[in-house]
């Protein structure tokens, strides 16, 4: 299956749904000059294909979780089932297999510390093939930004 491509329009589309996921389909015609159809259709195959996604991002201190930490782990043998093991942990909001220092990195979203201790030790510790974990606590959020990859 050949790899999906974007065009400039497209590319437009997601820009400036980055910057208002909300923004409705006679707004983006207009702006970016094609007919709501075009634009529907548009999204609607960028949806289809996963070069996109809409979704809601919320602020994990404002629901509740007061403690938030990256952890960088160490694994021996294949290292997709151990990702696969510590994404389906649902505080894991995010994993990614890696080169260096640490072989995954996995962010938690933790209510308190006693959650994270308990996360830690109890499941991410516990899976096969993990070797070590090193805590990374974030003190304070000083940038994140979903407006990438439309150059």
Known sequence: M???????TSK???E???RDGRMSYTALARTIGLSEAAVRQRV???LDTHLMQIVAVTDPLTLGFARQAMVGVKVSGDLRPVADAVAAIPEVDYVVICAGGYDLLAELVCTDD???LRLLNDAIRT??????????MYLKLAKQ???W???
């Open 2 to 8: 050949p790899e999906p491509s974007l065009d400039d």
């Open 12 to 14: 437009q589309i997601i």
């Open 16 to 18: 400036h749904l980055q």
């Open 44 to 46: 609607q195959r960028l």
């Open 114 to 116: 006693e959650h994270l």
């Open 127 to 136: 899976i096969d093939g993990v070797l070590a974990t090193e805590t990374f």
């Open 145 to 147: 930004t979903y407006a």
């Open 149 to 151: 990859g439309t150059p």
